[in-house]
């Protein structure tokens, strides 16, 4: 296999999806997938031509073996997973909105996640893990290394992990924030800012910025966080907006979505912002790489959307800034404004 121009480093987890939308108490029958914010990005970083890999650990039971399969299916690295025979795979119940009249129907396309996974095998991840013999040569050689802030939020030795990696010189490490307001309860949310000041590109959603920092100011946030290359700030559907050190911001529209699902979108913006960097794109083609990445995603059920075809993304990426505004997505694909 390639060696992966990015490793990503987190949990990935089993998925119960209800067969049909509605309340979980009415779900008679589930089929099973997989998630996880790292392992998505790992994932898109794939289908876009990216070689990635994806470290994290498992339980060695059927859920791990399944999802580990399942991400490897995907093109990624999956040779530094480990397996632990005392915790179990993390896991997640996806519910959906059914729009039906029913006291705990969440409401047509809207959908909720519940978590079990703490003791997972995930969450005993620590430092240890940066001298394992199968994952310390991909950390070693991989020009690019993604983390999030869902991993130092899983247990204290996750925090240690995370601010061992970040303490390595001379390493391009991304931090997307994924804010989980649950998973951060009771702990220091503060050492969120270390970490991002600590990374060399930090992308994090408005909402996010509001709540963690106080604040979704461009140069505010400069302020709150000099030391990162680029911060990325993503604005919902509407927009996203690089902010260089020294406060300058390059922004970019999203393009119109028909939005089946909004599950995974963030993590494939990040991939393509990623994939961009790695290709060296310009600041605001990495922009669109992660529009596009997030807009095929947004028009699936599930974490992981297709990629438009090559030609089409190198068409978009090059696009003017009226034809860029034109193009639509639906269920159906992307829609150029040149080719209506």
Known sequence: MTPPAAVCLGESMAVLIPERPGPLEQAESFRRSFGGAESNVACTLAALGVPAAWIGRVGADGFGRHLVGQIAAHGVDTSAVGYDETRPTGLYVKETGSGQDHPYDLGAGRSRLHYYRRGSAASAMGPELLADP????????????????????????????????????????????????????????????????????????????????????PAALRKLLPRPSVLVLKDDGRRATAIAPDGSTTTEPALGVGVVEPTGAGDAFAAGYLAGTLRGLTGRRRLRLGHLAAAATLTVRGDLGPMPPAALIEQLLTADEAEWAATTVDASGFHPASAR
Request: net charge negative; glycine share 6%.
């Open 134 to 217: 199968a994952a310390a040569p991909l950390l070693a050689a991989a020009p690019l290394i993604h983390l999030t802030g869902i991993t130092p939020a899983l247990s204290d030795s996750c925090h240690r992990l995370v601010r061992t990696l970040l303490a390595v010189p001379d390493r391009l490490v991304s931090f997307d924030l994924n804010w989980r307001p649950s998973l951060w309860a009771g702990r220091d949310r503060q050492a969120l800012r270390f970490l991002m000041n600590a990374s060399g590109i930090v992308l994090l959603g408005a909402d996010e910025a509001r709540e963690v920092l106080g604040t979704d100011d």
